[in-house]
């Protein structure tokens, strides 16, 4: 498609269970990001993929919060040991990395649920 | 650091009228300023950025931001407001002269525009 996927766009899981998360950026866009959106809240900065180099893993949480990017196009955020504090809506985006003028395409989101 | 301040977080308009969405913005250097609208249920979507030159920038849907150095504002501004522009609305700061290359969102402001 022509924008950024994510999937699922739903996801209801148990405390302590794992949750894998599918990001699809804009194809030739070099600049993958992870933000996560609490309830009320404002968008946290998670971790930023630019070609390959080392992402910048500054924003996550915890280290029960990973993510990779293969191929330099699909990324995973995976949590493992889920919390109820970790719902919230999971967005990515992509960019093309234009010395950090360019703008973020998002995609529509994950909404993850902790029971 | 970057970083970004919406002071208010919810504005309430009469369509017809113009609105003013504000946002005050930190670095130690010169800014990349961002605004993004929400809409319910849905991922970011890009309105307008400054990146250098004029400091009015014109973006999607008739929006505009004035980038006004002496007061570190980028505020969104529209002469006429329209019910469909009822939305949450950020700003984003980028430090470009800084390590960070992620985009710092504000906490967004909730735009109504009654009819």
């Known amino acids: 498609g022509a924008g950024v996927s994510q999937s699922p766009s739903n996801k209801v899981t148990e405390k302590g269970k794992d949750v894998e998360l599918r990001c699809d950026p804009i194809?030739?866009?070099?600049?993958l990001y992870w933000y996560r959106q609490s309830l009320g809240q404002g968008l946290e900065f998670l971790i930023y993929?630019?070609?390959?180099?080392?992402?910048?893993k500054s924003g996550l949480p915890s280290d029960r919060f990973s993510a990779e990017r293969t191929g330099g196009s699909v990324s995973t955020l995976t949590i493992q040991r889920t919390q109820q504090e970790d719902s919230a809506v999971y967005l990515c985006a992509s960019s093309l990395e234009s010395a950090g003028a360019g703008e973020l395409f998002f995609g529509e989101g994950s909404r993850l649920t902790v029971l | 650091a970057q970083s970004v301040a919406q002071p208010e977080d919810q504005v309430n308009v009469a369509e017809g009228n113009p609105l003013t969405v504000k946002c005050t913005y930190s670095?130690?250097?010169?800014?990349?300023l961002f605004w993004y609208v929400q809409y319910p249920n849905r991922g970011l979507q890009f309105l307008l950025k400054?990146?250098?030159?004029?400091?009015l920038v014109k973006g999607s849907y008739g929006f505009e931001a004035e980038f006004n150095k002496s007061q570190t504002s980028f505020h969104l501004k529209k002469p006429s407001a329209l019910v469909s522009d009822s939305a949450l609305y950020f700003c984003?700061?980028?430090?470009?002269?800084?390590?960070?290359?992620?985009?710092?969102f504000g906490s967004g402001t909730q735009l109504t525009v009654l009819p």
């Open positions: 400054y990146i250098t030159g004029d400091n």
């Open positions: 993929f630019q070609g390959n180099s080392a992402p910048d």
């Open positions: 670095v130690s250097g010169n800014p990349y």
């Open positions: 984003a700061v980028r430090d470009p002269s800084g390590s960070a290359r992620q985009l710092t």
């Open positions: 194809s030739g866009h070099t600049a």
